[in-house]
């Protein structure tokens, strides 16, 4: 794989340094204690990590609220601990990028306490503050996570602009100054050392400058009560479409291209540095591979169900997109979904289906991005009562519930945990121990632990069974090192029966090719090679059985059965 960059190659995994480890008996992970277990990471095979935000928060939006984009908060340790963190993993050759919050600080930000503390200040346009109309917000735009996106300020007596809660201000980046910061802080921790960032909500960075009202003819409010009632594909369709035209001068403006090539730029003075989007807009490439370079496919994680047709569908339409030279990035779960298996599982095939849903992110182009918890097959929390809840989309929800439905508490509940991302960040489960092995058993962890980890679910129990799942992931990660062309061949995907998703990766210049076949459905199946095809090598097979025969090859799958081999030309035999 020479000329590939590592960025290419690698298989990132992402940490909330919150719910990783708990070194220091707190009940609260940090950096200390994703070192202790960077061992266990490298022998997963995992190469880079994402770290969510380290930065001190309020955490009001579990750390995307920014204090100070300088500093580690103090739960998580300090500036040392993050720089031996570096060290540790570059010793390793590892890498390490962090997320950076582009479009909102905290509003407990000095930036933000000095632009607010009076109408002179110098930072007072590093925000967004305009004048009232009649004692009404500036216009009649809506924040995404509820009610209006502005909040008077009784001090300065008008109005700040915010994205998201309120208590997260947007900065303006149409200032010079705010953009002069922003990347200086990123040369800051490129300094340091870190490999490259993730960033947020790129899309909401910049908003219509002349305030223009939204014109969706719809209140916020009745929105939801539509997206309740919509049933059929078109309701929901019509839903979304009125949302997109709710939010049209909020999101996505074109001026945030410029910007892009511009933190590229930054990006580009150090060596070897990756920038990954918090979208899944294929221009943010830009138009010759110079703004962002690694674009989520986030349609895949929002796929209802993982059937071979709606991945087939999902990959013709992103590969046909994508601009020429451009790498595609594929992920199955993170911080804002619900867990690959408490979305996809069945509640019975729990090793089988993980084990199947890992292949297939590995073998599909692109560099893959694994959540924390899901090699041992982690899966959401349950939460019982709304004042556990977090997070600020859910408790609106919960409120729109009451409010515009009339539903009752436990039908808020319900509806409010669909949307709720709490549950998918607990705490990781190392051993079957009181507090999992996260924290000391007397002490109380930041958030409840799955009970599951009483049952097999954790580390520590898998590592000792070599049919686990926890073993499985450790196998197909080596598999895709020792076989590059899984991380570079092109993709072609073939036919196969019903339920089944079966794609050639190539390479055409080494007459090289991989026969990738995935049983997604929970019957057996019997995949027939192609006639002017052979057998010639397994490389993995799970739940699966090759027969060779005078005539044909055949594989046998059991529900959710994999299987990868070096199938060759009869006339090369």
């Not at 990471?41 to 770290?51: E, P, R, S, T």
């Not at 709490?422 to 996260?438: A, H, L, V």
């Amino acid at each position: 794989m020479k000329g590939l960059e590592w960025w290419k190659r690698v298989v990132f995994y992402q940490i909330c340094p919150r719910s990783f480890a708990d070194s220091n008996g707190d009940g609260i992970g940090d950096l200390n204690g994703i070192i202790q277990h960077l061992d266990y990471l490298q022998d997963l095979g995992i190469d880079a990590i994402w770290m969510s935000p380290h930065y001190p928060s309020l955490l009001l939006d579990f750390g995307y609220d920014v204090s100070d984009y300088l500093s580690v908060a103090p739960e998580y340790g300090d500036l040392e601990d993050f720089k031996r963190l570096l060290g540790e993993l570059h010793s390793r050759g590892m890498y390490l990028i962090i997320d950076f919050v582009l479009n909102h600080t905290s509003e407990n930000h000095s930036w933000f306490l000095e632009s607010r503390s009076s109408l002179k200040s110098p930072k007072r346009d590093w925000y967004i503050w305009r004048d009232g109309k009649d004692e009404e917000p500036p216009n009649n735009w809506y924040s995404w996570f509820g009610g209006p996106a502005w909040e008077f300020d009784s001090l300065t007596q008008q109005y700040y602009y915010h994205f998201f809660l309120k208590q997260q201000p947007d900065l303006n980046w149409r200032n010079p100054e705010v953009k002069k910061a922003m990347m200086n802080t990123m040369r800051y921790w490129m300094e340091i050392g870190v490999d490259g960032f993730r960033l947020d909500s790129i899309g909401m960075i910049y908003e219509d400058p002349k305030l223009t009202n939204q014109d969706s003819g719809i209140s916020q409010r009745a929105l939801y009560q539509l997206s309740r009632k919509a049933k059929t594909g078109l309701q929901k369709i019509a839903v979304a479409h009125t949302s997109q035209k709710m939010f049209q001068h909020q999101m996505d403006l074109s001026d945030i291209h410029g910007l892009m090539r511009e933190l590229r730029n930054v990006v580009d003075e150090y060596p070897n540095k990756v920038l990954v989007g918090e979208t899944e807009l294929m221009n943010y490439y830009g138009l010759d591979n110079d703004e962002l370079h690694l674009i989520f496919n986030f349609p895949l994680t929002r796929l209802l169900k993982l059937t071979p047709s709606n991945i087939r569908q999902n990959q013709h339409c992103r590969l046909r997109h994508l601009p020429k030279g451009a790498w595609p990035c594929n992920t199955l779960g993170n911080h804002d979904t619900s867990r690959i298996l408490s979305r996809y599982g069945d509640g019975k095939n729990h090793c089988a289906m993980g084990r199947l849903f890992l292949a297939l992110l590995l073998t599909l182009p692109g560099t893959p991005f694994l959540y924390y918890g899901e090699e041992i097959g982690m899966m959401d929390i349950s939460i019982d009562d709304v004042n556990n809840i977090l997070d600020g989309i859910a408790l609106w929800t919960y409120q729109m519930e009451i409010e515009e439905l009339g539903s009752s508490v436990g039908k808020a509940l319900e509806s409010a945990l669909k949307v709720a991302r709490d549950k998918c960040r607990s705490p990781m489960q190392w051993d079957n121990s009181i507090n999992g092995g996260f924290c000391p058993i007397h002490v109380e962890p930041w958030m409840p632990i799955h009970p599951n980890h009483f049952n097999g679910i954790n580390v520590d129990e898998q590592t000792k069974d070599p049919g686990s799942l926890l073993n499985s992931y450790r196998s197909l990660i080596r598999i895709r090192k020792k076989n590059p062309v899984l991380i570079f061949g092109n993709f072609k995907i073939i036919g196969s029966p019903k339920g089944c998703l079966a794609f050639f990766r190539e390479d055409l210049g080494e007459k090289k090719r991989y026969l990738v076949v995935l049983n997604m459905s929970k019957r057996s199946l019997t995949y027939k090679l192609p006639s002017y095809y052979r057998m010639e090598e397994t490389i993995f097979s799970a739940n699966a059985k090759e027969e060779i025969k005078k005539d044909s090859d055949l594989i046998q799958l059991a529900p959710y059965g994999i299987h990868i081999s070096l199938p060759k030309r009869r006339q090369e035999s």
